[in-house]
């Protein structure tokens, strides 16, 4: 099949250890569908993958061939279960074939080594780091996030004459006893070497933080901004993990209905979320929600809003409509243009002129008010609709009412001092 695309040439340099040299394969940089590749040179050994990929016709059927491990990216036990085997697997008298995996976790443009995921290195085995090299003259091969589709790549790839690819074998790292006992030690210990040969630097960035980028891109907002700083401390608070059925999130989004807008300090904030208030990440993600440094209370109903418009699929109409019932059914006009902004990115003169539209009451409108304005100027709701998709990036500040601009240093320096 690889043949027929055309890679023609397919060096190796290296030696690949045996399973009982190093259970574990550890690949990357990942920037390719093509990188499957990798599972032929070295044999067809198990692979972990995204679940997704069984469904691909014919290559889906070759992929089962290998005994995978299949894992869900946006689910947490599945996440748990797929460490759990490779443990298992690694780890058993049987005569499994090696396990390759791409720590990184999605692809990138090779440009650098993003944070390796710790799930190749919880069994604490000998890993053998190998790395993918495609040096052609033009790049017909990165899949990224945001780039050419899998079809076009696939049709400029076989309008070349040859595509080369190169496969490195490194020498197994050993994991130190410390290594053995810190997984995420032992994974930073294998990005650092591999990204040394080659000649790469390292970024702290992973799936998740992608992930994020890209909803953050939808809603508008800049792909650099601090929202991945506030997902991080969401991860490690645990918030993240947690269905979001199940999570603090809806549950607060449920009882702060129809309750009188109140500031909350860091503990009832810590009491809402179910955190501990002497946790460092919490202190963090509270500061970066404070609407001015001098403050010591953050608006919950604020927080709730911005973190539900990222997390749930929601249309953003059906967003205004819970934002309304979370106040009451009604706001006054400064907090109809901050959820304007906030859910359509419109700016607070463009939100006025609706407000004014729909009610006639100087004080407040109501949710009944913003309905009858969408059912007699439907397309006005449309034109709003389409609103963020036109017009330029927001800042954090207009996303999630940040009054202090927070860089990931500084989270790390307010949790190294509550630690």
């Known amino acids: 099949m690889f043949g027929a695309v055309g890679f023609h040439r397919v060096r190796i340099v290296g030696e690949q250890a045996t399973r009982q040299q190093a259970p574990v394969l550890a690949v990357a940089p990942h920037s390719s569908f093509y990188d499957g590749l990798a599972a032929v040179v070295t044999g067809g050994p198990t692979i972990v993958a995204k679940e997704e990929n069984s469904f691909i016709p014919l290559v889906g059927r070759v992929i089962n061939f290998t005994q995978p491990v299949y894992v869900r990216r946006d689910d947490p036990e599945s996440r748990h279960n797929t460490i759990q085997e490779i443990i298992r697997r690694v780890k058993s008298d049987q005569d499994w074939p090696q396990i390759l995996i791409f720590p990184e976790g999605t692809c990138t443009n090779r440009s650098c080594l993003i944070t390796f995921k710790p799930g190749a290195f919880y069994p604490a085995v000998p ?8 040096p052609n003259k033009l790049d017909t091969v990165t899949w990224t996030w945001d780039g050419p589709g899998a079809l076009k790549l696939l049709w400029l790839t076989m309008t070349q004459a040859t595509t080369t690819v190169e496969v490195e074998f490194l020498p197994v790292y050993v994991p130190s006893e410390y290594e053995k006992q810190n997984p995420k030690a032992f994974a930073e210990g294998v990005r650092n070497v591999m990204a040394k040969a080659l000649a790469v630097p390292t970024a702290d960035y ?24 506030v997902e991080r401390l969401r991860s490690r608070l645990g918030l993240t993990r947690i269905k979001i059925e199940d999570s603090a999130l809806v549950k607060n989004m449920l009882s702060f209905q129809n309750r009188a807008s109140q500031p909350v300090d860091l503990a009832e904030f810590a009491s809402n979320l179910n955190v501990t208030v002497e946790d460092g990440s919490l202190v963090s993600l509270f500061k970066m929600h404070l ?5 010591s209370t953050i608006d ?3 927080y709730l809003l911005a973190e539900y418009l990222l997390q749930k699929a929601t249309p953003k109409d059906d967003l205004i409509v819970m934002a309304f019932k979370l106040y009451g059914e009604y706001f006054d006009r400064e907090m109809f243009e901050y959820v ?9 003169s463009e939100a006025f002129v609706i407000y004014s539209e729909a009610t006639g009451n100087p004080n407040e409108i109501k949710l009944v008010d913003y ?4 059912k007699k100027y439907p397309e006005k709701l449309e034109l709003l609709q389409n609103h963020s998709k036109s017009t330029a990036p927001r800042t954090v ?3 999630s009412s940040c009054g202090q601009s927070m860089s990931a240093a500084a989270v790390v320096d307010d949790n190294k001092k509550c630690q």
């Open 371 to 374: 309905l009858q304005y969408g």
């Open 300 to 302: 919950f109903k604020k």
């Open 291 to 295: 609407e001015d440094e001098n403050l």
């Open 206 to 229: 992973t799936y998740d933080d992608c992930r994020v980028a890209v909803k953050a891109g939808q809603l508008g907002l800049p792909m650099t901004s601090n929202l991945i700083t």
């Open 397 to 399: 500040t207009d996303f």
């Open 340 to 348: 304007l902004n906030l859910v359509y990115n419109l700016p607070k």
């Open 127 to 134: 890993v053998q780091p190998v790395l993918l090299r495609y």
